[in-house]
């Protein structure tokens, strides 16, 4: 069966460091992958997606990768701010009109 | 504009009582649906998910059930609740465009 897996750990950084989070998979094609933010309480919020196609996409101070033969998507947050402290899902998606399968999700915290 | 409503915000129920969570999505036409349930810590678990007026899959067997009267409401139901039904329950829409949007979800609690 298809097989998410995100950072094990919370992840802990300093503020204007940048926070890279993975999200590895298994026994799965996606055609997209997407990252979400999810606020304690709140609903997730989308952030990026990625096709199947594209290395990498970029948005303001945030970057995502895709490596189809790793199966592996990088998020990397850059200038990291403590209001970027949130739990970070990742996401696949084999076609336009698919469900989504979401990742466990990884704590940042940024610490000032 | 584009808004999804969930409601009731929170919920607390006795094991054994009937369920019923309603989403309803303003400003697009035919959505894609979703349920979704997280609980404590965990991850989101996809509970069911709707293309179509009527068209209802289901991912997890267990004793909820979905359905789509209309084209933007999505309902979630509960004959009988089990305290393994707490949790958060979410609802989301796509447009097709692969992105999904969320609801503000609902705190479920039985006792």
């Known amino acids: 069966s298809q097989k998410i897996e995100q950072n094990s750990e919370a992840l802990n950084i300093q503020e204007g460091k940048t926070a890279t989070l993975t999200c590895n998979y298994t026994n799965y094609s996606p055609a997209y992958l997407q990252w979400y933010r999810q606020d304690p309480g709140r609903g997730p919020v989308f952030l990026l997606l990625?096709?199947?196609?594209?290395k990498e996409k970029r948005k303001e101070r945030l970057k995502v990768t895709f490596d189809t033969t790793l199966k592996q998507s990088l998020f990397h947050i850059t200038a990291s701010q403590p209001a970027d402290s949130a739990t970070y899902l990742c996401?696949?998606?084999?076609?336009?009109?698919?469900?989504?399968?979401f990742g466990p999700g990884t704590s940042l915290s940024v610490i000032p | 504009s584009q808004t999804i409503h969930q409601w009731p915000a929170t919920l607390v129920q006795p094991v054994g009582s009937p369920l019923s969570l309603e989403c309803t999505v303003e400003g697009t036409s035919n959505p894609n649906l979703y349920w979704y349930r997280q609980a404590a810590g965990r991850g989101l678990q996809l509970l069911f998910y709707?293309?179509?007026?009527?068209?209802i899959s289901s991912e997890v067997p267990q004793n909820l059930s979905a359905s789509r009267p209309q084209d933007r409401q999505f309902i979630l139901s509960s004959k009988k609740l089990l305290l393994s039904d707490s949790g958060f329950y979410l609802c989301?829409?796509?447009?097709?465009?692969?992105?999904?949007?969320f609801g503000p979800g609902t705190r479920l609690t039985v006792l």
């Open positions: 990625i096709r199947e196609n594209e």
């Open positions: 996401a696949l998606m084999k076609t336009s009109y698919d469900k989504v399968i």
């Open positions: 709707s293309v179509g007026i009527g068209q």
């Open positions: 989301a829409w796509s447009p097709g465009t692969n992105a999904q949007y």
